[in-house]
């Protein structure tokens, strides 16, 4: 039985098993109404106030798992049936409240909604403005913020709490990081899945329709309990032809990042990386004054779809990593087509066992496509040493003062200055989440992430530098560009 770090995980990881063995056997259909049953058999329930209730709520996993609602185009969304156990007010009066005769949290109140009832404070959820100033003065710290930690994980403002209580998206603002999926204790927000369709392409595999299966740097801090090349081995065993690192998309990244950067700054000052989606969109939200800034360089995802598909155009490309942005960046006009379908690790290793196949068992393959700097790109910092790199391997003569941005919140800071014209840097690199891709909302596991580890899995590259890696293939007819 696999391990999880919580309940939240192992209930998305069930309902993603079973749409995979009934999408595999061909009984999607006949079973369907039937896996609530089989992931809650009851007669109690396991973690809601009944069995009929946890059914309802594993339903509507099952529905995202298929692909969600076809009207939203957010990748997110929020199941309203799990969405209903948080505190109804953020400010909450707890035991440690004396009654004191000082009333200081009544003064603080700008808006009347406390009053004392019993000899006790009481808050009136419906006038609260959360302004915080009667946790402020409370003498016995009686009163507790206790933000949605869905609200609190979101660094952009995109959440908020409707009148039913009940978190709401603004997919005006949200870049699809993902922090809110990860961050929701009850398991209420959930990003969509592609990986019925995924199935279906490999169902349909043959020698003229391959699938490809590209696989992102991260990967170094996923399967703890297998090696990479076991993974690989388990991945084509689902009927994938061949298994391509990202990182060689990095590689090519960085490449053409260095060329534009040096053909470019002097004009623009600074440059910004393209590589992070999040962050890309948090810019195109936020700072749209600084779309002019951001490399036109397509992600290596892209870069490496755009490769195989080169070199194979009947085939299929499907992304495989820690990311659910990238599932927001494939349906990006200008990039539409390039790679066909993302799955994360979390949907991966349901897909895995739903076939039975124990990865420690497998011999190993190979995925040995990428340089040490193509794999770094998968922690904060790694494209900013593959960009420098370059440029010292060049001998170019340009100004390189970059500043790696870990988090959203650091992304800000940095661009906030930029848009005053206070930012001295030259080139700024931008990662949503916090460590990097590495930290990536779908990991299998969300603890600290040593980046050492990512430095370790690079120095195994059998390529030394971005160059030699791409040696062998003819890059420069394939357009690296996008637009925004």
């Known amino acids: ?63 995202l798992a298929l692909g969600g609602s076809a009207e939203n185009n957010n990748n997110i969304e929020v199941i309203d049936e799990a969405c209903d156990e948080c505190f109804a007010t953020r400010y909450v009066v707890t035991e440690a409240c004396r009654g004191c005769l000082a009333h200081r949290c ?23 403005i959360e302004c915080g100033k009667c946790k402020d003065v409370c003498p016995y710290n009686a009163i507790v913020d206790v933000m949605r930690p869905c609200k609190r994980a979101c660094n952009v403002g995109a959440l908020s709490i409707n009148e039913e209580k009940k978190a709401v998206i603004d ?46 740097p991260a990967i170094s801090s996923q399967f703890t309990y297998a090696s990479i090349g076991q993974v690989v081995t388990g991945i084509k065993k689902l009927g994938f032809h061949d298994v391509i690192e990202v990182a ?37 939200n936020e700072y749209p004054q600084l779309k002019d800034n951001i490399s036109t360089m397509v992600s290596p995802m892209i870069a490496v779809s755009r490769l195989i598909k080169n070199l194979d155009p009947d085939g299929k490309v499907v992304f495989i990593g820690p990311c659910t942005a990238k599932k927001m960046e494939i ?15 979390e949907e991966l290793a349901a897909m895995i066992d739903s076939q039975g196949i124990e990865l420690q068992k497998l011999e190993e393959g190979l995925l040995d496509n990428a340089s040490f700097y193509g794999r770094i790109f998968a922690r904060s910092g790694g494209l900013t040493e593959a960009v420098k790199n370059i440029i010292k391997e060049k001998e ?22 930029l848009k005053f014209n206070r930012c001295d840097n030259t080139f700024i690199e931008g990662m949503a989440c916090k460590g990097g891709c590495i930290g990536g909302a779908a990991s299998l596991s969300h603890g600290p992430k040593d980046k050492r580890e990512v430095d370790k899995y690079g120095k195994l590259a059998l390529e030394p530098d971005t160059q030699s890696s791409l040696r062998v293939f003819d890059v420069e007819e394939i357009d690296f560009h996008r637009k925004f």
């Open 331 to 345: 349906q990006q006009p200008d990039l539409k087509g390039d790679t066909d379908f993302v799955l994360t690790f």
């Open 248 to 284: 060689l998309g990095a590689d090519m990244v960085a490449v053409k990042e260095t060329e534009e950067y040096a053909e470019n700054i002097e004009a623009k000052d600074t440059i910004t990386s393209s590589c992070c989606p999040s962050f890309v969109q948090y810019i195109l």
């Open 171 to 216: 997919d005006e603002k949200c870049i699809q990081c993902g922090a809110c999926v990860y961050q929701c204790p009850f398991g209420a927000i959930m990003d969509k899945s592609y990986i019925t369709d995924v199935i279906k392409l490999l169902k349909k595999a043959d020698g003229k329709n391959k699938v490809y299966a590209i696989m992102a």
């Open 1 to 63: 039985m696999r391990k999880f770090e919580n309940k939240v995980q192992e209930m998305k990881y069930e309902v993603l098993k079973e749409v995979s063995k009934a999408a595999f056997m061909g009984e999607l259909e006949r079973k369907l109404t039937n896996i609530p049953k089989v992931i809650d058999p009851g007669p109690e329930p396991r973690i809601r106030c009944c069995i009929h209730k946890e059914r309802v709520v594993t339903l509507e996993r099952i529905k």
């Open 396 to 417: 170019l003569e340009v100004p390189f003062n970059p500043i790696s941005c870990d988090g959203i919140d650091e992304c800000d800071k940095t661009l906030k200055k």
């Open 106 to 128: 009544i003064s603080a109140c700008p808006v009347g909604a406390i009053e004392f009832v019993h000899h006790r404070a009481k808050i009136d959820g419906q006038k609260c």
